[in-house]
């Protein structure tokens, strides 16, 4: 059995490009797919937008959030029982408004990333989060089983700082975080659950944060509503 410290596989994301589009066309121009967005492909279903003629999709009355990419992820912030959320809305209010707390065996997408070995026991987060009333960010959080049993993070309420601060409470605080970004159409439950207006895409982001031995204590895939958020990265040339 592996232990999630060598051979990480590049998360990459399921590209809709890779299954047919509904009318029967295929686009072009089509990317390569990386090994986790091919391992991912089969059973997705794909909302395809409907244009209205008249009606553009992508105009939206919407206060979105700037989503600082590093400064919300440092040790400052959960470290001091803040979440790595509030450093992004300021005094707006960010709420979960589903969280569901699972063990489930990880897909080989998910094992790869994370260096285990496949259907290797993880504990699954999934949350939805609503600004001003509006559904904004899909978060699913997997962790390996065996590192956060009988802790809070096994808890709808993981206490003060969230997961990280727990994570370093048992002694695997997160040193080091790798994003991947891209941008697609949502499949049909992400556009229902996001409350999509028709032909509005989704970023879709994946976090992977490892210990100070390399090990990867936790894979975060977010689905964002494309509106909704500004995302912005600030770092030294």
Same mark, same amino acid.
């Given at each position: 059995?592996?232990?999630?410290?060598? =051979? #990480?596989?590049?998360?990459?994301? @399921?590209?809709?490009?890779?299954?047919?589009?509904?009318?029967? #066309?295929?686009? !072009?121009?089509?990317?390569?797919?990386?090994?986790?967005?091919?391992?991912?492909?089969?059973?997705?279903?794909?909302?395809?937008?409907?244009?209205? *003629?008249?009606?553009?999709?992508?105009?939206?009355?919407?206060?979105?959030?700037?989503?600082?990419? /590093?400064? $919300?992820?440092?040790?400052?912030?959960?470290?001091?029982? $803040?979440? *790595?959320?509030?450093?992004?809305?300021?005094?707006?209010?960010?709420?979960? &408004?589903?969280?569901?707390?699972? #063990?489930?065996?990880?897909?080989?997408?998910?094992?790869?990333?994370?260096?285990?070995?496949?259907?290797? =026991?993880?504990?699954?987060? $999934? +949350?939805?989060? !609503?600004?001003?009333?509006?559904?904004?960010?899909?978060?699913?959080?997997?962790?390996?089983?065996?590192?956060?049993?009988?802790?809070? /993070?096994?808890?709808? &309420?993981?206490?003060?700082?969230?997961?990280?601060?727990?994570?370093?409470?048992?002694?695997?605080?997160?040193?080091?975080?790798?994003? %991947? @970004? $891209?941008?697609?159409?949502?499949? +049909?439950?992400?556009?229902?659950? @996001?409350?999509?207006?028709?032909?509005?895409?989704?970023? #879709? @982001?994946?976090?992977?944060?490892?210990?100070?031995?390399?090990?990867?204590? %936790?894979? =975060?895939?977010?689905?964002?509503?494309?509106?909704?958020?500004?995302?912005?990265?600030?770092?030294?040339?």
């Amino acid at each position: 059995m592996r232990d999630g410290r060598q =051979n #990480h596989q590049v998360p990459g994301e @399921l590209d809709p490009a890779l299954g047919a589009v509904e009318d029967g #066309h295929t686009p !072009v121009s089509i990317p390569e797919p990386s090994e986790l967005a091919t391992a991912c492909a089969v059973g997705f279903e794909f909302a395809v937008p409907s244009y209205v *003629v008249g009606a553009d999709p992508f105009v939206r009355e919407f206060r979105p959030i700037r989503r600082r990419g /590093i400064e $919300r992820l440092a040790r400052e912030q959960w470290g001091e029982g $803040r979440s *790595v959320w509030a450093a992004d809305i300021g005094g707006r209010e960010l709420a979960v &408004d589903s969280v569901e707390v699972t #063990h489930e065996p990880a897909s080989a997408a998910v094992a790869g990333v994370m260096g285990l070995d496949e259907a290797a =026991n993880l504990c699954v987060r $999934r +949350r939805r989060f !609503v600004l001003d009333g509006k559904p904004v960010l899909l978060s699913t959080s997997y962790l390996p089983a065996d590192l956060v049993a009988n802790s809070p /993070i096994t808890e709808p &309420d993981t206490g003060p700082g969230g997961v990280y601060a727990r994570l370093a409470d048992l002694g695997h605080a997160p040193a080091r975080f790798r994003e %991947e @970004l $891209r941008s697609r159409m949502p499949t +049909r439950p992400e556009a229902d659950r @996001l409350e999509l207006p028709p032909g509005a895409p989704v970023i #879709h @982001l994946t976090r992977t944060a490892f210990d100070t031995e390399g090990r990867v204590v %936790e894979v =975060n895939e977010m689905v964002l509503d494309s509106a909704a958020y500004v995302l912005e990265y600030d770092f030294e040339a």
